[in-house]
């Protein structure tokens, strides 16, 4: 891959539409060309500032408008309408929007970069040998590695057994914070376990939720003793949900 064809590919890979293949092949011409991964450094921000911006109109949006606007229409059947009149629905109908974007703040863009951040993660870890920052199956070399770099002590539990090997952990930064990595072995492929601790509105525990793929990688998330936790691999969805059971069966809520 040189750079003509890397700068090619390049708003696909930003707008993760390419296969993991040819993904992985962009992300080694990166290593090593400087030009191109500041290109996609520039490109990769742009992307996420556009998705992040675009959002669905909801029918409770719809129907908003329409109440907002029926009473005005009803008397257009006996009243001429004028300019002000017209004037007037605009800036009612103006008033709604704003009101429900700023009430919003839309909590899915903040999940879609959330999401993306995820992934960004585990492909870097892929690529060159930042797999894992300390490389270990045992949990008592993992877990006091981590002491003095995040500000919470992760589990680290053995799930060798149900066919999940440690390999060992790194630090991240995820959603303007340190993170936790954990890795773990499927077979021939890596997990990456990231976790951090849980905001205000995340804190109550929850079940495994599964997240759409993203650029060919499965997700799943939950939430318990305060922190969030959210796994990556090109593993299954069923097989990443059995990783997550598994975990939880053996760290429970106690950290």
């Known amino acids: 891959m040189n750079c003509q064809e890397t700068q090619h590919w390049l708003s696909a890979y930003c707008d993760g539409e390419l296969p993991m293949p040819l993904t992985l ?14 290109m996609r450094d520039n490109s990769t921000l742009m992307s996420k500032r556009l998705r992040a911006a675009a959002f669905t109109v909801p029918e409770g949006l719809r129907q908003s408008v329409r109440a907002a606007v029926q009473p005005q229409a009803q008397a257009a059947r006996v009243v001429r309408p004028g300019r002000n009149w017209w004037t007037g629905i605009a800036a009612a109908a103006a008033i709604v929007i704003a009101a429900f974007l700023v009430q919003t703040h839309d ?24 797999l894992v920052d300390v490389a270990s199956s045992d949990k008592h070399t993992v877990r006091p590695w981590f002491e003095g770099k995040v500000d919470f002590a992760p589990a680290v539990p053995d799930l060798s057994a149900q066919g999940f090997k440690t390999i060992g952990g790194r630090l991240d930064y995820i959603g303007g914070h340190s993170a936790a990595a954990l890795v773990y072995q499927c077979r021939k492929h890596y997990i990456s376990l990231l976790l951090w601790p ?8 929850s079940g495994i939720q599964s997240e759409a793929a993203q650029r060919g990688y499965s997700i799943v998330r939950w939430n318990a003793g305060g922190l969030c936790y959210w796994a990556i691999s090109e593993i299954s969805q069923e097989d990443l949900k059995s990783f997550a059971k598994a975990f939880q069966g053996e760290v429970g809520g106690v950290q």
């Open 107 to 130: 909590r899915a863009q903040d999940k879609r970069l959330l999401l993306s951040e995820v992934t960004d993660s585990h492909i870097r870890s892929l690529i060159g040998d930042h």
């Open 198 to 205: 849980a905001g205000v509105d995340e804190n109550a525990s």
């Open 25 to 38: 092949e962009i992300e080694r011409h990166f290593g090593g060309c400087q030009n191109c991964a500041l």
